[in-house]
């Protein structure tokens, strides 16, 4: 079991910065990914970064904005967001993964069947 609670959230102006934390427990491994998803009024959950071990995965539309990195003596994962749109406005998710050993394994990080374990959810709004 993995259990996972997000914080950081809230309101920015276009431009602005902010940093999403996960807080995990559990079970993760190092063959887990961790990933965020975020998921707009009106539309479907997308893959917006993940991590396993040291491998890091990207969005194209949040590539050079937006960092994922991890600390692992704190069993915490981070979304640093810069130079935000309106466009990232959303509920923000973290989640963890199945496990999953191999090459093959980076095309799932932003396959959210793949994940059984989500967080509550942050929102992030940007306004222009």
């Known amino acids: 079991q993995v259990h996972l609670v997000e914080s950081g959230g809230g309101s920015v102006q276009a431009g602005g910065s902010l940093r999403l934390s996960c807080a995990a427990s559990?079970?993760?491994?190092?063959?887990?990914?961790i990933a965020w998803f975020r998921q707009a009024a009106g539309k479907e959950r997308e893959g917006v970064a993940g991590?396993?071990?040291?491998?890091?995965f990207y969005d194209d539309s949040v590539k050079g904005r937006f960092t994922i990195s991890r600390d692992n003596a704190k069993n915490t994962f981070y979304l640093q967001m810069d130079s935000l749109k309106p466009g990232d406005t959303a509920l923000y998710y973290c989640?963890?993964?199945?496990?999953?050993?191999?090459?093959?394994?980076?095309?799932?990080?932003?396959?959210?069947?793949?994940?059984?374990?989500w967080g509550q959810g942050t929102q992030v709004t940007v306004s222009s």
């Open positions: 989640a963890a993964s199945r496990p999953c050993i191999g090459d093959h394994c980076s095309d799932m990080w932003s396959s959210r069947g793949d994940y059984p374990y």
């Open positions: 991590i396993r071990a040291s491998s890091t």
């Open positions: 559990g079970n993760l491994g190092n063959s887990r990914f």
